[in-house]
C-alpha cells in the first residue's frame, strides 16, 4: 500500500487549495482514511478530518469546520482534502492516512501548505 499526495503550496488567506491522496494497492479491507498536519515547529500530527468507511459523515477539527471539506473518488481510488478560506495558522505539512482490518495503517509523503497574509 502506498499513499501519494499532490496539491500544496503557497497561497494567499482568504484562498483555497485542494490536496488530493491517491491509494496504490487498495487494501480490501479499507475502514478510515483521513488527513493530519503538522504545523511549523511541532512535533505532532494533528487531526484534521476523518472518515470511517460506512459510518456517518467526516468529522472534522473544530479549527477547520465549515471550511475544509474531504471527498472521495472512489473509482479512481483518490480522496480530496478542499481548504477553503485558509488562514495563516493552516500552514503546516498536511499527511494523508488509511487504517484497515489488524490495526493496518499507511501515511502519504506529505505535502507542503503555506498561507501567506
Known amino acids: 500500500v502506498q499513499l501519494v499526495e499532490s496539491g500544496g503550496g503557497l497561497v494567499q488567506a482568504g484562498g483555497s487549495l485542494r490536496l488530493s491522496c491517491f491509494i496504490s494497492g487498495m487494501p480490501a479491507s479499507l475502514n478510515r482514511m483521513g488527513w493530519y498536519r503538522q504545523g511549523p515547529g511541532i512535533n505532532q500530527r494533528d487531526l484534521v478530518a476523518?472518515?470511517?468507511?460506512?459510518?456517518?459523515?467526516?468529522t472534522y477539527a473544530d479549527s477547520v469546520k465549515g471550511r475544509f471539506t474531504l471527498s472521495r473518488d472512489n473509482a479512481k481510488n483518490i480522496f480530496y482534502l478542499e481548504m477553503n478560506n485558509l488562514k495563516p495558522e493552516d500552514t503546516a505539512v498536511y499527511y494523508c492516512?488509511?487504517?484497515?482490518?489488524?490495526?493496518?495503517?499507511?501515511w502519504g509523503q506529505g505535502t507542503q501548505v503555506t498561507v501567506s497574509t
Open positions: 476523518t472518515l470511517t468507511l460506512g459510518g456517518s459523515a467526516p
Open positions: 492516512n488509511i487504517g484497515w482490518a489488524l490495526r493496518g495503517q499507511a
